[in-house]
């Protein structure tokens, strides 16, 4: 298997810029979790969903953020307009229906928003 | 709410010693699960090791080897005959209750000596 997949793998934006933030989850999987990485905040959970669902978008900074999964094997999250606070590492993991609190997770995209 | 909390940002030590690392959580549910997930230098987080709280027994994965003790809602993680490869952040995790979230800890950072 090849794990989860994100692309890209770095971003560099200017700051007002549109980010799109991609994700493909283990196959089989059917939860999918967004989390954003900073020294001053550690790990934060973003959004999960399951089965294609929006679950809790709680974790979710401003409007400013969305994040949608068309389908079981593909999310996107999406920063629009991007600020230079937004810089972090984002990661996606997965989980299976059989182990839910178990996630897999992918090799994050660094984000600077210049 | 949950919490989880680990009290040693950093910690050192030297190649083949053994090393422990703390966590403690706080949580009013009966039924969850405890992780600790690594991430090296390549940010990639790997799932270290898992615990059901309702298993007595510790975990352990080869060196890796877990101190559970529920009523003191510890989780401590026991790396023995350390290798620099074991040189990472180390995350504390609590998943459980209604949700398949996890919550993290704010990590230690281990530097294996050679």
């Known amino acids: 298997d090849a794990g989860v997949i994100q692309s890209p793998r770095h971003e560099v934006t200017e700051m007002g810029q549109e980010v799109t933030l991609r994700c493909k989850p283990i196959s089989g999987h059917n939860s999918l979790f967004w989390y954003r990485q900073t020294m001053m905040r550690g790990l934060e959970l973003l959004i999960y969903?399951?089965?294609?669902?929006?679950?809790?978008d709680s974790g979710m900074p401003e409007d400013r953020f969305s994040a949608k999964m068309p389908n079981a094997s593909f999310s996107t999250l999406k920063i629009q307009p991007s600020e230079p606070r937004d810089s972090a590492v984002y990661f996606c993991?997965?989980?299976?229906?059989?182990?839910?609190?178990?996630?897999?997770f992918g090799p994050g995209t660094r984000l600077t928003v210049l | 709410a949950q919490t989880v909390t680990q009290s040693q940002p950093e910690m050192s030590v030297q190649e083949a010693e053994t090393v422990t690392l703390s966590c403690t959580y706080d949580?009013?549910?009966?039924?969850?699960?405890l992780f600790w997930y690594k991430q090296p230098p390549s940010r990639q987080m790997i799932l270290v090791i898992r615990?059901?709280?309702?298993?007595?027994q510790n975990a352990t994965e080869n060196r890796f080897s877990v101190n559970f003790q529920k009523a003191a809602k510890s989780f401590s993680l026991k790396i023995s005959d350390s290798q620099l490869g074991d040189t990472a952040m180390y995350f504390c995790?609590?998943?459980?209750?209604?949700?398949?979230?996890?919550?993290f800890g704010t990590g230690t950072l281990l530097a294996v000596q050679p």
């Open positions: 993991a997965s989980s299976p229906r059989t182990r839910m609190d178990e996630q897999f």
């Open positions: 615990q059901e709280a309702y298993k007595q």
């Open positions: 995790a609590f998943g459980g209750g209604a949700t398949n979230k996890l919550i």
């Open positions: 969903f399951n089965n294609n669902v929006p679950i809790d």
């Open positions: 949580t009013s549910e009966s039924n969850y699960y």
